[in-house]
């Protein structure tokens, strides 16, 4: 980059989704700031601010990258030239401002407090594959899986498990065992991004950090969110998580003998 300019803009018309899809995964760097007058985007980096601004400028679709200096002329970079001057009205923000997650009404959450906020700007958050693959740290299965497990094989290594019954899961899979190591028994193991749960070889979209996620939900920091199916969710205290016990174990299913009579 030439002497004159330390700020980079890039200048287009991407599709809106394109933008905010984009403009989400780097919804925590501030050192990016966008603006939109009538159709046409404007996203600004300040080179000292970002080492890799031109490379992720470059990524915006259908977008060209300039060079801005003192004057507010556009030069194309790589060219000598301006060819455009930037609005002197122009009204920068940072991503975050620019870009709301917002649940489906497909996905059916349970155990959340109050109502979520409905915003412009929205990205659907969403369930998807990956091929990433990590070791589970919970499970869900049958509470009486769960139950024959721990009666017969009650170690020392299975006492770090803690375990609880979803209200919103159907039997079979309405136990979750949260720890490490995880027994090899029939159930859904599911991996964790602070204390947001998955099935393993499974992550949402758009990438957003997990914290995003939890302020979207208003979930304590404690707490758990479980996602294992595509189309549900449960947020989980982490309070109704009881260490793995012989005592435990029946206590619970004396409760569900009287829930279920």
């Known amino acids: 980059m030439s002497e004159r300019s330390q700020m980079l803009i890039a200048r287009g018309r991407p599709n809106h989704s394109d933008i905010l899809r984009w403009m989400t995964l780097l919804r925590d760097r501030p050192e990016f700031q966008a603006a939109v007058m009538e159709d046409i985007w404007f996203v600004r980096a300040e080179q000292a601010a970002a080492k890799d601004a031109a490379r992720v400028l470059s990524l915006l679709p259908n977008a060209e990258l300039f060079e801005l200096d003192e ?25 975050r401002q620019l870009t709301r997650l917002w649940l489906p009404n497909s996905l059916h959450c349970h155990g959340m407090n109050g109502e979520l906020a ?5 990205l659907p958050l969403r369930w998807r594959p990956s091929e ?5 740290e919970a499970l869900l299965c ?8 721990v ?15 979803s209200q919103a899961s159907e039997p079979p899979l309405n136990t979750l065992v949260v720890g490490s190591p995880i027994p090899s028994i029939p159930g859904t193991r599911l991996v964790s991004c602070e204390r947001i749960l998955m099935p393993v070889a499974h ?24 996602w294992d199916q595509e189309d549900s969710l449960e947020v989980v205290s982490d309070s109704d998580l009881i260490p793995t016990t012989r005592v435990s174990i029946r206590t619970t299913a004396h409760a569900f003998a009287d829930a279920n009579p």
């Open 71 to 95: 004057q507010l002329r556009l030069t194309p970079v790589g060219k000598s030239l301006p060819v455009d001057v930037l609005p002197e009205e122009i009204e920068w923000k940072p991503f």
């Open 151 to 165: 009666l017969k094989n009650l170690q020392p290594k299975w006492r770090s498990l803690r375990f609880g019954c």
């Open 203 to 226: 992550t949402w979209f758009p990438a957003v950090p997990a914290q995003s996620i939890r302020k979207l939900l208003r979930v304590k920091e404690a707490d758990w969110i479980l």
């Open 142 to 149: 049958s509470f009486a899986d769960w139950t024959s497990f």
């Open 132 to 136: 990433q693959l990590s070791a589970p």
């Open 118 to 122: 409905q915003t412009s700007n929205r």
